[in-house]
């Protein structure tokens, strides 16, 4: 599943998944909508940006999806300071991609954390 409220990075990511032979459970492009979205298609794995517009982050949209599911979530992010990722490690994420997301390292970090579960 794909959480990113930017459209044009969020169909580069579906596509980068695609070619390497993944399939998307759901798009959502706000913190309610992914926790909704999570509920209903159970995915194997979420890429969740941190910084979504709308009523929660997506640190926030994490914690609520791990209080109800246990489904891995990587985060994506353009924030890479201290205190954001501070904040997002208490969500223990099963990783972090900083953007501009580059192919090689999305799949590395994809095959190592299905590997795991």
């Known amino acids: 599943m794909i959480v990113e409220d930017e459209g044009v990075v969020s169909i580069d990511i579906r596509n980068m998944l695609k070619k390497a032979g993944y399939s998307v459970a759901a798009v959502a492009f706000q913190g ?3 926790v909704t979205k999570a509920e209903q298609a159970s995915p194997d794995l979420i890429l969740m940006d941190i910084g979504l517009k709308g009523e929660i ?3 926030e949209a994490a ?3 791990r209080d ?3 489904i891995p979530v990587v985060f994506l992010t353009g924030f890479a300071d201290e205190v954001t990722v501070a904040k997002a490690q208490e969500v223990n ?5 900083i953007k501009p997301i580059n192919e ?8 190592d954390i299905l590997k795991k579960t």
């Open 93 to 97: 994420p099963s990783g972090f991609i």
């Open 32 to 34: 309610e909508e992914a």
């Open 57 to 59: 982050d997506g640190i």
């Open 68 to 70: 109800r599911l246990d």
């Open 63 to 65: 914690k609520r999806i």
């Open 104 to 111: 090689e390292e999305l799949n590395r970090t994809l095959e």
